[in-house]
């Protein structure tokens, strides 16, 4: 098993920043790739962005291209995603899940493991 535990998230005005961190524990050398994700009231769950074992391929969703980050430490179990330019459209929880393959995918049945969610909220 792996255990996934998000932190960083919180209220912040448009056009501000915030950095989520998700640290991983248990089996953590059975997972591969780490993704985001979000969901919002009364909508389904999405994938923000994703990376690879070793940090070499990233992918984003074209929402957030160009202004959220995701980086991994894998000496620490610690995968980030930083966020930049905020919008209100932004606000959620997010979620950090794991993978047991070596592929990025978008779609939330193939993650393996999920964290329990951080709210970020971003006022207009």
């Known amino acids: 098993q792996v255990q996934l535990v998000e932190s960083g998230g919180g209220f912040v005005q448009a056009g501000g920043s915030l950095r989520l961190s998700c640290a991983a524990s248990?089996?953590?050398?059975?997972?591969?790739?780490m993704g985001w994700f979000r969901q919002a009231p009364g909508k389904e769950r999405e994938i923000v962005a994703g990376?690879?074992?070793?940090?070499?391929?990233?992918y984003y969703a074209d929402s957030v291209k160009g202004r959220f980050t995701i980086s991994r430490e894998n000496a620490k179990n610690t995968v980030y995603l930083q966020m930049n330019s905020l919008k209100p459209e932004d606000t959620a929880i997010y979620y950090c899940?794991?993978?047991?393959?070596?592929?990025?995918?978008?779609?939330?049945?193939?993650?393996?493991?999920w964290g329990q969610g951080t709210q970020v909220t971003v006022s207009s």
């Open positions: 899940a794991a993978r047991r393959n070596f592929d990025v995918v978008t779609t939330t049945r193939a993650y393996d493991y």
């Open positions: 248990g089996r953590t050398s059975s997972v591969y790739v």
């Open positions: 990376i690879s074992w070793s940090g070499g391929y990233t």
